[in-house]
């Protein structure tokens, strides 16, 4: 209801409290149609009367009616207004949780490439270790006693893949045998 209809209204119900009976029962019936119009009743119009906060309209001037499907879309927007709050909140509270985990991810992956040099040292030194008692028992084998007599400790010996180095072959003295 526009503003001049509604006061208009307002003008039209103060001649119902007119001593003049004829006066007062013309002002009614104008008044009911002029609510019809509108789409509205006298029991909107009590709700007003009453305080009923969903006949009021708050956002137009002067407490004007509005109808009971206009009343019901209001109530709608504010369940949608509501409803998008919780959604905005809802979200900050998974973009928080997206960077905590995002966060966590990131410290793993520094973990995981730590431990995978780590593990790459440890298989170097595993395979330079392999190659240096191959060699060592392929001395033995041979009867190089020198390889036996001083070995080096395992991390300094040479690495087998700078090349082969020439060994000298010695002949392993063998213990005299007693006479008794």
Known sequence: MSTARAQRLDKVLALVDSDMEGEAL??????????????????????????????????????ILRSAQQSELEIQLEEARA????????????????????????????????????????????????????????????????ALSAPAPLCALPSPSKGKQHRRKTKVKKPRRRKK
Not at 28 to 57: C, H, N, P
Request: glycine share 4%; net charge neutral; charged share 35%.
């Open 26 to 63: 013309t002002a009614l019936r104008k008044a009911r149609q002029m609510l019809a119009k509108e789409g509205l009743s006298f029991e909107d119009l009590a709700r007003v009367a009453t305080g009923s906060a969903s006949a009021i309209s708050l956002k137009t001037p002067f407490g």
């Open 83 to 146: 409803t998008t709050e919780d959604m905005r909140l809802s979200l900050h509270e998974q973009d928080q949780n997206l960077r905590q985990w995002q966060r966590k991810a990131m410290e793993l992956e520094r973990k995981l490439d730590a431990t995978a040099s780590e593990a790459k040292k440890w298989q170097e030194l595993a395979r330079e270790t392999a190659e240096r008692l191959w060699d060592l028992g392929t001395s033995i084998e041979r009867g190089e006693a020198a």
